[in-house]
């Protein structure tokens, strides 16, 4: 056997070894969650009180914030991929910007913003209007933290379509608008469903922006990771049993996303 054979298999090896041990170190965690909880314990977790409103909760915020970055990033990303205007950049920066925050400090700057003192929670008093530590709290904590898994694929999205489609459309007589709706976004849609997943997932896992901003109250603010926080203390098989739910709702997302990919390729 020469030597580069040797070499060959040796860094075939090495990256046998290497997956190996990462993926062990992905699967085994995730799996003592299984083996934690029997199935008996699982169902009758999923019916506590505590379990059905973090669910319920959750899933309703999730849905609503993901529809919101929908309209609202649609036509941010459509503009940030065919436009171009000073500050493009600035902005561009600012959309991105909450992914790399902590958690906490995206909550802090949420509460001096929306709070009963914040900067436009004060004069929102005024009026009668409470922001902070409440449902709607949630709604724009997950905006805040999942709307960059949007609009960062949907303008990727947007710059991958061949602008001659739109212009032969333009050409025929459609408006802008009408050119958006009927050839951009039906080209764009695998990418545009695949944001609109990662950001329900990511609305869906949010907590350290809710936990500071909009507290942690049952049926009120209480999503699904700040239940598992919640009633490790008190019910580990309530805690595991969502920690359970969320790894499923993960799994899916991902196969979710890689199917529509798969189907746009």
């Known amino acids: ?20 041990i990462f993926i062990l170190f992905i699967i085994f965690p995730v799996a003592s969650l299984f083996f934690r909880i029997t199935p008996e314990a699982f169902a009758e977790s999923i ?11 959750s899933f309703t915020t999730a849905a609503v914030s993901t529809c919101i970055v929908i309209v609202v990033g649609t036509p941010l990303s459509y503009i940030n991929a065919r436009k171009e205007y000073r500050g493009k950049e600035i902005v561009d920066t600012l959309t991105d910007l909450p992914i790399v925050l902590p958690p906490a400090v995206a909550g802090l700057a949420l509460l ?20 902070a530590f409440t449902t ?23 710059e991958a379509v061949d602008v001659i489609y739109e212009n032969a459309a333009r050409t025929l007589g459609a408006s802008g608008f009408c050119v958006l709706l009927k050839v951009t976004i039906p080209i764009a849609w695998a990418g545009l469903v695949s944001g609109s997943v ?13 936990i ?4 942690n109250f049952q049926g009120r603010t209480q999503t699904m990771p700040l239940a598992i926080y919640t009633t490790m203390q008190g019910s580990m098989d309530s805690a595991v049993s969502l920690a359970i739910i969320l790894v499923a709702i993960s799994f899916a997302v991902i196969l979710t996303v890689k199917y529509v990919t798969k189907r746009k390729i």
């Open 112 to 131: 001096m913003a929306f709070g009963r003192r914040g900067v436009i929670g004060e004069y929102l008093g005024l009026f009668g209007i409470q922001i």
């Open 47 to 57: 019916v506590d009180p505590v379990v059905l409103d973090a669910l319920i909760l």
């Open 1 to 20: 056997m020469s030597g580069k054979e040797l070499k060959r298999q040796g860094t075939s090896l090495l990256v046998f070894v290497l997956l190996t």
């Open 212 to 215: 500071m901003f909009a507290g």
């Open 136 to 158: 709607f709290a949630v709604i724009l904590a997950q905006v805040f933290v999942a709307s960059p898994f949007y609009i960062r694929q949907a303008r990727a999205s947007f």
């Open 198 to 210: 990662l950001t329900f997932a990511r609305a869906l896992g949010e907590f350290g922006a809710t």
